[in-house]
Nanobody, 123 residues
Framework: QVQLVESGGGLVQAGGSLRLSCAAS????????TGWFRQALGKEREFVAT????????DYADSVKGRFTISRDNTRNTVYLQMNSLKPEDTAVYYC????????????????WGQGTQVTVSS
C-alpha cells in the first residue's frame, strides 16, 4: 500500500553533489522506515542508508558515511538522500524502499520499492 518514486539522479563530476528524492503515497507514512540502496551495473544491490519513520534514527554504510545524509519530511511524504563529495564508485541506480516500523540493511527485508534513478559520477 506504499508507492515510491525516486527522482534527482543525473550526471555529475567527481566531487560534486546531488540530492535524490523519494516521493511516497500511502497512509501512515510515518510508520514506515525507509532505506536507500544502490546497484551498479553487473553488481549486487548494496545498502546505502536508512531512516526511521519519525526521522530520529539513521544508519549509513561505511562507504558513504560523512558524505551522504538521509532525511525525511513526513508532512510531504518525501525522503531525501543528499550526496556530497561524489566518487565514480558511487555510480549506480539508486532505489528507495520502505518497510514497516524498523529499518534494515538487508534489501530482502523491504516490502516496497521505487523504480530507481540513475546516478553517474564522472572522473
Amino acid at each position: 500500500q506504499v508507492q515510491l518514486v525516486e527522482s534527482g539522479g543525473g550526471l555529475v563530476q567527481a566531487g560534486g553533489s546531488l540530492r535524490l528524492s523519494c516521493a511516497a503515497s500511502g497512509r501512515a507514512f510515518r510508520s514506515y522506515a525507509t532505506g536507500w540502496f544502490r546497484q551498479a551495473l553487473g553488481k549486487e544491490r548494496e545498502f546505502v542508508a536508512t531512516i526511521s519513520g519519525s526521522g530520529g534514527g539513521t544508519d549509513y554504510a561505511d562507504s558513504v558515511k560523512g558524505r551522504f545524509t538521509i532525511s525525511r519530511d513526513n508532512t510531504r511524504n518525501t525522503v531525501y538522500l543528499q550526496m556530497n563529495s561524489l566518487k565514480p564508485e558511487d555510480t549506480a541506480v539508486y532505489y528507495c524502499a520502505a518497510r514497516y516500523y524498523t529499518g534494515s540493511r538487508y534489501y530482502a527485508q523491504y516490502d516496497y520499492w521505487g523504480q530507481g534513478t540513475q546516478v553517474t559520477v564522472s572522473s
